[in-house]
């Protein structure tokens, strides 16, 4: 009996007949998505993402899966399409999942296992949209210091650098840190985004194929940066704006016997079939509110030169104003940024500013509201929000569990991709992330910390629109580095009984506090 196939996306590709999912899950770092659903899976055949691989098998699909475990070894998983007993699982030791290496090889490995198979591949774990590439080996204390010329200062709230007189380093503007900055998170670091790249290229470069679809099954990775960095080396990627709940695979098995009824089908059909399985497991449950993306890659040269002409026309719009217009202009930026539907990235978990990732869609459509005179910013949005559209899958809108007092409404139809924008109420704090993402021409005479800069910071202005909008603003200092805790499918979740007490719902009441828009 054949195995289901995806269809080649035009007739230079040469077509296949099977299909192998990839599975790469870097769950060491996270106590919680190793032992998930209760703490009770202790070793790899206990865990539900393990089981919903052998369901996966059984639709006549090859797997291949690479999962790291906290307090174990990382397995290598292989499984034969339609022969789950022929499962073999290897101890790979201890792999760094974090390493362009490691991710490179094992997608060479699952193409060297099923040569003839399309290529699917799911990043589990963690996601933070834009992540830094940083050569830890230049944070010692003399390059952070700058040979002991700053110090910094660390609070409860944030870290500052400050002379050694106690004077500011940087009063004003963007933390253009010339040697970077000490803060780095301790927990759940995912690979980098240019790291994603580099691993996505060598491994095509040594023979495996393009990636029919690539599923971010993660947090905030609905990213215009991460996926610019993945559109050479993907047809299609499904992924989550905001937070996604951790399934554990759960909707894998769902995706692929919808294939198997198929008998074959478009990436982009698979793509989508990703989203909605997503949303029906989270959905049934309820109070699991996600938003969910699909996207032909190859578009993401489009969207990227139409934020550049964006951030053009606002560079525009700053610069040319007069000292005494500036801050009318200034002002129409941030109370548009205000508008724009933000996505969270730290406690408490209301979706408003100072959030530090924006919806670009949401961004755009709320600076056509405001009045930039000759300046080109309506028709560069509008641009913008055309190259965007259909984008967005699904949103729902519901109170999360893991924060019951607010309420997720990704029921706008202007929703499509995150983009950083630290700072967007130029309160001087900044996202951990900011020094490294500002830096787009690093000085080459100091150590670099970050030696691989993505590119669509590199050709595009939207870092010289950022620096551009906070000339004025005092920098105070930068944020607590951390990767947002991912929130977990919780099965057994109950909603908050209503009180007794008529003055008190629980926090419960529709359009209370933190209604996103």
Not at 346 to 367: F, H, K
Not at 492 to 500: A, L, T, V, W
Not at 501 to 508: F, I, L, N, V
Request: charged letters at 15%.
């Amino acid at each position: 009996m054949p195995f289901p196939t995806i269809l080649p996306s035009d007739t230079r590709t040469a077509p296949t007949d099977a299909v192998t999912l990839a599975v790469y899950a870097p769950f060491g770092t996270d106590e919680v998505l190793s032992s998930y659903p209760d703490g009770s899976s202790r070793e790899l055949a206990q865990h539900p993402l393990f089981k919903s691989l052998l369901q996966v098998c059984e639709c006549g699909v090859h797997v291949s899966a690479l999962i790291d475990l906290a307090g174990d070894d990382t397995y290598l998983v292989d499984l034969p399409a339609g022969q789950p007993a022929a499962v073999k699982v290897i101890s790979r030791w201890k792999q760094d999942m974090s390493a362009p290496a490691t991710l490179a090889g094992f997608l060479r490995h699952a193409q060297a296992t099923w040569p003839s198979s399309a290529l699917v591949l799911a990043l589990e774990g963690h996601g933070a949209g834009f992540l830094p590439d940083i050569d830890r080996r230049q944070l010692s204390t003399q390059n952070v210091t700058a040979g002991g010329t700053i110090e910094w200062r660390m609070s409860g709230d944030h870290a500052s650098p400050v002379l050694p007189m106690g004077s500011p380093l940087l009063p004003m503007g963007s933390p253009l840190l010339p040697m970077g900055s000490p803060l780095l998170p301790a927990n759940h670091m995912p690979i980098s985004t240019a790291g994603l790249g580099i691993a996505l290229k060598d491994a095509i470069a040594h023979g495996a194929p393009k990636i029919a679809a690539l599923h971010f099954n993660n947090c905030f990775n609905m990213s215009v940066e991460v996926l610019h960095t993945v559109a050479p080396y993907a047809e299609y990627a499904t992924g989550y704006m905001n937070y996604n709940f951790f399934t554990a695979g759960a909707t894998y098995p769902a995706v692929f016997a919808r294939l198997q009824r198929a008998g074959s089908a478009s990436a982009e059909q698979l793509a989508c079939w990703f989203a909605d399985e997503n949303r029906a497991a989270l959905a049934q449950k309820k109070h699991h509110p996600t938003v969910g993306g699909v996207i032909r890659l190859s578009r993401m040269h489009e969207i990227a030169e139409r934020i550049d002409d964006l951030a053009d026309a606002l560079l525009s719009a700053l610069r040319t104003a007069s000292a005494g217009a500036r801050p009318a202009v200034v002002s129409k930026v941030r109370h548009a940024i205000l508008k724009a539907q933000q996505y969270d990235t730290d406690a408490p978990m209301e979706l408003e500013s100072p959030d530090q990732l924006t919806d670009v869609y949401s961004l755009a459509a709320a600076l056509t509201q405001f009045d930039f005179g000759p300046h080109k910013v309506h028709s560069a949005a509008l641009a913008l929000q055309k190259a965007l559209q259909g984008v967005k899958a699904y949103g729902e809108n519901d109170h999360p569990w893991v924060a019951f007092d607010q309420r997720w409404n990704f029921s706008a139809p202007t929703l499509a991709m995150n983009i950083f924008l630290p700072d967007p109420l130029l309160s001087g704090l900044w996202d951990w992330r900011s020094p490294y993402y500002l830096n787009v021409n690093p000085d080459p005479t100091l150590p670099q910390v970050q030696p691989r800069i993505i590119e669509f910071l590199k050709v595009t202005d939207w870092v010289d629109f950022i620096i551009e909008y906070h000339k004025e603003a005092r920098f105070i200092g930068l944020l607590p580095a951390a990767i947002p805790a991912f929130p977990v499918f919780n099965a057994g979740f109950e909603p908050p009984r209503k009180s007794d007490d008529p003055c008190h719902d629980g926090g419960s009441k529709e359009g209370g506090k933190g209604t996103a828009r």
